[in-house]
């Protein structure tokens, strides 16, 4: 599989990003291909989590945070959208499972919509609510305590919630920032074959610092370092033959 | 799409409505202030610093000076303060450091819903239990036996601040390290050694705190006082004496005020009195805010 | 080992002495307390019925009568101060957890609620008299709600902030990135995650100016009617246990030990329940 054949849904433009005078990403130029799984690697603290919250334009929320250069989502600099239409087509699933504990499993995964005031149909909700949760991989294990509060499940229970209801909105892209790490490593092998029968539906951005993980489930992987992107290609590719000793370095485990 | 896109114009709104609304609060305090500068005016300008300091109130010759209630507000607090703070002290160490968590946390609660009793029903009961204990006292004494009075006054408000000063001083004592009294004991040191020399030293500046905000409230109080001081406006010469303070000199007249400057004589001393116990206030909130510091 | 049995001896029996002295001096304080819970509740239940709550206040030296109107009056008066007091400091909670945060303005707008916290309620009073009566030309329960809400306005402003600047960062970015406003994030998440606590804190405030006294004197002043206008002056608990307790009728002071029961036992009961509330936040937590 190579990059220049697929369809292109997200390219950024010399994109940095700024705490106060701090510049923690610098100049990114990436183009994220639509409907694969790419995942995003390196040390801690290279900006991995500040990269995939520009995305979404939740950076922009961090007291003096700032972006310059642009993003394009689908030809359309999102820089220049209102942020809650952006936040809308680019859900994102955090690192903690974090449900809301005011609400019935039934109303996390429709939040999208309750949150926002809009009324559905009746029979609309419950189709959507059905058709995430399945998407998820949870319905099975939810239809009879639908009713019930969110926190009262088990941890990769309510990620995958987390999922459904970042899918219920049906985003283009769904970002997620190392969602198997609060988890144990059964739930966690569930989010990932849920991943990969994700990328049929949405676009998949994953930060990991799990190489494996990456290996089964991204298509390509973008290594980054000390907020530069230093290598961006086909997983396979990258894993097997890094171009950059700096890649080469942080895969045989030389620091971390 | 039928979404709301509009969310950044109800996000300002909101926003706004809330500044707003968080300033009205410093607007509150400004406008208490302005406001009782303003209606005290008649009396500022017909008695300038006068009013501090001298002794005459007599409504009859429109003659204004609030120096009665003035010591009649702080003898009562300081008094109440005395008596108190032993009790409070004590009481403090017994429930943060000697009693058992099972016994101690039950009379804390008693404590603090005690301490949510409406001070007009401690004034009730002072009026009819407390007045015959002092007139007794006062026989004992030699004192003409009003019964009511600055002394009555001052224990009614050791028993309001009594509880708000322990808890205060309890939290503190509660917030010691453990490894620091632990060193104490560990060095051979006793109970007693250990509270006098590590915990009080440690707590000292909370317990203060505690103290000074226990003042804050006693100077304040008014519905107590006001029911058993025995609301005369002369200067006190005993703690025996009946007396006024400034709040219950408020209480009492305002609404019976017909000339103007009698009513702004008195919004004068409420003027006064928001004027120290804001003082006091910031005061305990200065030490609080450098205990949090610590 | 021990070279100075003596001075041992000493300093156990000096750390026994002072443990029981501390312990008495701590025993003593609650002798006074204990007894005004029991006198109230023997000089009050002595003198309640049902008559009591259901009939209007007798004229004055007659015997028998109620306290129906300073009932009614005490939820009105205590009623409105609720609904103006708390849509204001709910909001202004709000900005100091999620604008404000550590800002001068917000630091600012902290130490004013804790002045205001701090004016003892005579002065409250003087100041809604200024605001609202005299501008009205009369008394009136309106008048008394201002004072209260003015006096609950900080401590429900200050619990707000607490709660919810305890509600996780999280859960309002799961909302922001759901495209959902801040505002609404905020009154649809954060709010409702911290509904208990605010509660509490409301609770709490309520059981405060629930049994003031000093602020009514002269706003809602008192009446020896019913009314539900609460643009006349009106009765309320605190103002009958004063005024009867300092009347020189023997009938009235029995009226005001039972209002007292009344009284202390609706205050008891909000602070009690504010405490359940306040426990079940810690659990969850
Ligand atoms: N709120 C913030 N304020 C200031 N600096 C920040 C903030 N958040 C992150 N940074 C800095 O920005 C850089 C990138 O952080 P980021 O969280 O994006 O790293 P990361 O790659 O996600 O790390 P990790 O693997 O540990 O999650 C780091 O140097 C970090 O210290
Ligand atoms: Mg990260």
């Known amino acids: 599989m190579s990059l220049e054949r697929l369809p292109i849904i997200f390219r950024t433009e010399d994109l940095c990003a700024y705490y106060e005078d701090f510049m923690a990403i610098k100049h990114i130029n990436i183009k994220i291909p639509q409907k694969q799984v790419t995942a995003l690697m390196g040390p801690s603290g290279c900006g991995k989590t500040t990269f995939i919250r520009c995305l979404n334009r939740l950076h922009e929320l961090t007291p003096g945070a700032r972006i310059t250069g642009s993003i394009y989502l689908r030809d359309q600099n999102i820089l220049q959208l209102d942020p809650i239409v952006v936040r809308r087509r680019v859900g994102m699933v955090f690192q903690r499972p974090n449900p809301f504990p005011t609400m019935t499993i039934y109303e996390n995964v429709l939040a999208g919509y309750k949150l926002l005031g809009i009324r559905l149909p009746r029979n609309e909700a419950d189709e959507i609510a059905e058709w995430a949760l399945r998407k998820a991989a949870l319905w099975e294990e939810v239809k009879d305590i639908l009713h019930r509060r969110g926190t009262f499940l088990s941890g990769g229970q309510q990620q995958r919630l987390c999922i459904a209801r970042a899918l219920a909105v049906k985003p283009e892209v769904l970002l997620m920032d190392e969602p198997t790490s609060a988890l144990d490593p059964k739930s966690s092998l569930q989010i990932e074959n849920l991943i990969v029968e994700l990328k049929e539906t949405v676009t998949i951005v994953i930060v990991t610092h799990n190489m494996p993980q990456a290996g089964r489930i991204s298509d390509f992987t973008a290594f980054f370092y000390l907020g530069e992107l230093v290598e961006f290609g086909p997983t396979a590719e990258l894993f097997t033959n890094p171009k950059d000793p700096r890649t080469e370095e942080y895969l045989t485990g030389k620091f971390s | 799409m039928k979404f709301n896109l509009a969310g950044q114009f109800y996000d300002d709104i909101f926003r706004k409505i809330s500044t707003v609304m968080a300033l009205l609060i410093i607007g509150l305090v400004i406008g208490i202030f302005i406001t009782l500068v303003i209606e005290s005016w008649p009396s500022i300008k017909a008695f300038g610093l006068r009013f501090i300091w001298t002794t005459t109130w007599d409504p009859v010759s429109r003659e204004f000076g609030a120096l009665p209630f003035l010591v009649g507000t702080l003898l009562t607090s300081f008094l109440a303060l005395i008596i108190a703070t032993p009790f409070a002290l004590a009481g403090a ?79 503190v004592i509660k917030l010691v390290p453990q490894d620091i009294k632990e060193a104490a004991y560990g060095l051979g040191a006793t109970r007693w050694e250990t509270i006098l020399h590590v915990i009080v030293p440690y707590a000292r500046s909370g317990i203060f705190a505690g103290i000074v905000l226990a003042l804050g409230r006693a100077l304040g109080e008014t519905m107590a006082v006001t029911m058993v001081i025995g609301n005369r406006s002369a200067m006190p010469h005993s703690i025996w004496d009946l007396g006024n303070t400034m709040a219950s000199v408020i209480a009492n007249e305002f609404t019976e005020a017909t000339e103007d400057v009698h009513l702004a004589a008195l919004v004068e001393i409420g003027l006064l009195l928001f004027v120290i116990t804001v003082i006091v206030n910031l005061i305990a909130r200065l030490i609080i805010i450098r205990l949090k510091v610590k | 080992m021990n070279t100075y049995p003596a001075r041992e001896n000493w300093r156990r029996i000096k750390n026994q002495i002072a443990v029981i002295i501390i312990i008495l001096l701590a025993l003593i304080p609650t002798l006074p307390l204990f007894f005004i819970l029991a006198n109230i509740i023997h000089e009050g239940l002595r003198s309640i019925n049902l008559d009591f709550f259901l009939h209007l206040p007798a004229p004055p030296g007659e015997t028998g009568g109620g306290i129906s109107n300073a009932l009614v009056g005490t939820f009105i008066i205590v009623g409105i101060a609720v609904i103006i007091g708390v849509p204001i400091s709910i909001l202004a909670g709000i900005y100091l957890s999620e604008y404000g945060k550590d800002s001068k303005l917000a630091e600012i707008i902290r130490i004013s609620a804790d002045v205001l916290q701090g004016v003892p309620s005579i002065v409250i009073g003087i100041v809604a008299y200024a605001w609202v009566v005299r501008p009205m030309g009369h008394f009136s329960a309106f008048s008394g709600s201002v004072a209260l809400a003015l006096m609950m306005i900080p401590v429900v402003v200050r619990t707000t902030e607490e709660v919810l600047r305890l509600v996780p960062d999280i859960l309002r970015e799961a909302s922001l990135a759901l495209g959902v406003p801040y505002w609404r994030t905020v009154m649809k998440v954060v709010l409702p995650t911290g509904m208990v606590g605010v509660t509490t804190g409301i609770l709490i405030a309520v059981a405060r100016i629930a049994g003031e006294t000093a602020p009514l004197l002269f706003t809602a002043f008192g009446n020896q009617f019913m009314t539900l206008n609460p643009m006349e002056p009106m009765n309320a608990l605190p103002l009958v246990i004063f005024n009867y307790a300092t009347s020189p009728y023997e009938d009235w002071w029995r009226q005001a030990w039972a209002t007292a029961v009344v009284l202390t036992f609706m205050v008891l009961l909000l602070n009690i329940l504010s405490r359940i509330l306040a426990k079940r936040i810690a659990g969850e937590k």
Request: charged share 10%; hydrophobic share 60%.
């Open chain 2, 93 to 171: 160490i017994f429930l943060g450091e000697i009693a058992p968590p099972r016994l101690a946390n039950p009379i804390s609660f008693i404590m603090e819903l005690l301490a949510g009793i409406p001070s007009v029903i401690y004034g009730l009961w002072a009026l009819f239990y407390l007045v015959p204990i002092v007139r007794w006292l006062e026989i004992k004494f030699g004192a003409p036996p009003f019964g009511l009075g600055m002394f009555t006054a001052s224990l009614v408000l050791a028993i309001m601040i009594l509880p708000y000063a322990l808890s205060v001083a309890r939290d």
